[in-house]
C-alpha cells in the first residue's frame, strides 16, 4: 500500500506552473465527493454528476431552510396564542396588533419567547389582543384579558 | 448561516485588555463629523449641528466631537475607540433624525467593527422567566376535575345559532306580541 | 446535565393525556385537531427536531356523525394481498363491525407518512363509549373542546323552554296539522 496522505495535502507552490494539470481540477470534485457511498466517491465520471447534484440541493436548501424557519417560528407564536386564548387566530392577528402598537419584534423573537420568555410573550399577547379589539384586526377573538382597562 | 461572507467580516470576540483601565467608561473617545457647507447631501448633517448637537454633546460629555467643514465632499462620521478602532460612515442624503440615530449608535459602540463570530454564541441560562412547560398556562383547576367535564366540550369561536339570534331578537312575552 | 436541568427538561417535555368526546363530531375535522395533539403542535416548542406529543383518548366513537348520506358512499378498501383479495367496505358497515375504525382511519390517513406515524397513533386511545379503562382515566389532565355544539332533540327541551321560544307566524285557518 502506498499511503498518499503527505503527497496529496502537500501544499501547492504559489507561483503555479503554467500548465493545466487535470489531476488539481478533479482533485477540487473529489474533495466534495468524499463522504459519498461507493464508486461516486472515487470514480471520476460518476462523481462529478453527484457532485453537481449534491451542489444543486445545496442551493435549493437555502431557500427552504429560511422557510422552514419562519415556519417553525410561526408555528410556535401561533400555539403560544391559541394556549392563552385571547387570540384564536394565532400569529396573523398578534404580528399585526403588535405592528400597528408599534412593538417592533419579529418572528424569530417572538417565537423565541413564547418558548424561553413565557410571561412577556402573554404581556406581548393581551397588547395585541387590547389593539385588535379597538381596531378590528381578527374576525375571532378571545376573551379580553382581566385587569386591562381596554385602552392603550 | 454561512460562515464565510464576501462583506461581513469573521473573528472572535476580544475586550480590551489594559489591566481593567478602559472599562466602565464610554468606549467612543472622538467623533468627527465631515460635511459641506453647500451641498444638499450634508442637509441633514447641518440641521443636526444647527439643533442638536449642542444638547448631544451636554449629554456625551465622555465624547470629544469635532466638526469639520469641507468642500465638496460627501458627508461622514468617523468615530475613534479607546481600544484604537476607528469607523468610517456615510452620512450621506440623511435626515436630521437619520443622523441623530446613526451618530448615537456609534456613541454607544465598543469600536470593533461588525463581524459575524466563529466562535458559538451559547447562553447557560437562556430563560430567566423559566421555559415554559405544558402547565404554564394552563387553569389550576384542571388538577380537581373529574373528567369526562361537560363544561370543556364548549366549542372555541362559537357563533350564536339562529334560536340564540331570534330569542335575542323576539324574545318577549306572548302576551305582549299578541296585543300588538 | 446537572439536577435541576434535567429535572427542567422532564417538566418541559411532559407528556400530556387529553381527552376528547367525539359525540356528534365529524370524524376528519376531528382527526386534525386529534393529530395537532398527538404531534405536539400546540405546545411552543414544537419543532420538527424534538418528539413532544401528546396522548388523546377519545371517546363516544360509536356516536360520530357524518353529513348527509356519506355513511353510504365513503367506502374503505383493504387489500389481502392474494388475487381476488380487494375488499371494498361501507362507512356504515365499517362502523358496525369496529366503532372505533373510521376515526383511527381519519387520523391515521392525516399524520405525516414517515416514521413517526406509528409512534404517533399508539399514543391515541380511542374508546366507542364513555366507559373508559381506570389506569387511563387517571393520567388525563385536560379536554380538547368539541368542534361543534351536539344538538339537541325538541323532546330534550323542557315545556318552559319551549313555551318562552317566540312564535314567528301563525299558521292559516286552513292548514291541517297531523
Known amino acids: ?152 | 448561516m454561512s460562515q464565510l461572507s464576501l462583506f461581513v467580516k469573521s473573528g472572535f470576540v476580544k475586550a480590551p485588555l489594559a489591566n481593567g483601565i478602559g472599562r466602565y467608561v464610554p468606549q467612543c473617545q472622538r467623533m468627527t463629523l465631515k460635511f459641506c457647507l453647500g451641498w444638499g447631501n450634508s442637509r441633514g448633517v447641518r440641521d443636526f449641528i444647527q439643533h442638536d448637537l449642542i444638547e448631544f454633546v451636554k449629554q456625551n460629555p465622555g465624547t470629544v466631537m469635532y466638526l469639520k467643514p469641507r468642500r465638496h465632499r460627501s458627508p461622514v462620521l468617523v468615530a475613534e475607540y479607546l481600544n484604537g478602532g476607528r469607523e468610517w460612515f456615510s452620512l450621506n442624503d440623511m435626515t436630521r433624525e437619520e443622523v441623530y440615530k446613526w451618530v448615537d449608535l456609534y456613541r454607544t459602540k465598543a469600536g470593533y467593527p461588525d463581524m459575524h463570530f466563529k466562535n458559538y454564541q451559547h447562553s447557560d441560562i437562556p430563560s430567566i422567566q423559566g421555559y415554559w412547560t405544558p402547565f404554564t398556562n394552563k387553569p389550576a383547576d384542571r388538577n380537581m376535575l373529574e373528567f369526562p367535564q361537560n363544561s370543556l366540550n364548549t366549542p372555541l369561536n362559537l357563533k350564536p345559532s339562529t334560536s340564540e339570534i331570534i330569542s335575542k331578537l323576539y324574545g318577549e312575552p306572548q302576551e305582549q306580541r299578541s296585543s300588538r | 446535565m446537572s439536577a435541576s436541568r434535567r429535572v427542567q427538561q422532564w417538566l418541559t417535555f411532559t407528556r400530556q393525556w387529553w381527552l376528547f368526546d367525539a359525540k356528534w363530531q365529524d370524524p376528519f375535522e376531528s382527526a386534525k385537531v386529534i393529530n395537532k395533539h398527538l404531534k405536539g403542535a400546540h405546545k411552543p416548542i414544537f419543532g420538527g427536531h424534538a418528539d413532544c406529543g401528546d396522548h388523546v383518548v377519545v371517546i363516544n366513537s360509536q356516536d360520530i356523525a357524518m353529513r348527509g348520506d356519506e355513511w353510504y358512499y365513503r367506502v374503505y378498501f383493504h387489500h389481502t394481498g392474494y388475487p381476488g383479495g380487494a375488499t371494498w367496505t361501507k362507512a356504515w358497515e365499517l362502523h358496525k363491525k369496529d366503532p372505533t375504525m373510521i376515526i383511527w382511519k381519519a387520523c391515521y390517513r392525516d399524520l405525516e407518512k414517515d416514521l413517526t406515524r406509528r409512534g404517533r397513533m399508539q399514543r391515541l386511545h380511542i374508546f366507542k363509549d364513555s366507559n373508559i379503562p381506570k389506569d387511563i382515566i387517571q393520567n388525563i389532565t385536560d379536554q380538547i373542546p368539541q368542534l361543534r355544539t351536539v344538538p339537541k332533540r325538541l323532546k330534550d327541551y323542557s315545556q318552559e323552554e319551549i313555551e318562552k321560544f317566540p312564535k314567528l307566524f301563525d299558521y292559516p285557518k286552513e292548514h291541517v296539522l297531523d
Open chain 1, 1 to 152: 500500500m502506498v499511503n498518499l496522505t503527505r503527497v496529496m495535502l502537500w501544499r501547492r507552490p504559489s507561483v503555479r506552473p503554467r500548465t493545466v494539470d487535470p489531476f488539481w481540477k478533479k482533485r477540487q470534485i473529489f474533495k466534495l465527493s468524499s463522504h459519498f457511498y461507493g464508486r461516486a466517491r472515487n470514480c471520476w465520471s460518476i462523481a462529478i454528476r453527484r457532485v453537481q447534484r449534491a451542489l444543486m440541493y445545496v442551493a435549493a436548501g437555502r431557500k427552504i431552510r429560511k422557510q422552514h424557519m419562519q415556519d417553525v417560528w410561526d408555528q410556535r407564536i401561533r400555539s403560544g396564542c391559541q394556549e392563552l386564548g385571547y387570540l384564536p387566530e394565532g400569529e396573523k392577528t398578534m404580528l399585526e396588533g403588535l405592528a400597528r402598537s408599534n412593538v417592533l419584534l419579529n418572528r424569530q423573537t417572538l417565537g423565541n419567547l413564547a418558548v424561553l420568555e413565557p410571561r412577556t410573550f402573554e404581556a406581548l399577547n393581551k397588547i395585541a389582543r387590547v389593539r385588535a379589539n379597538e381596531e378590528k384586526i381578527a374576525r375571532y377573538l378571545g376573551p379580553f384579558p382581566k385587569g386591562i382597562l381596554g385602552k392603550l
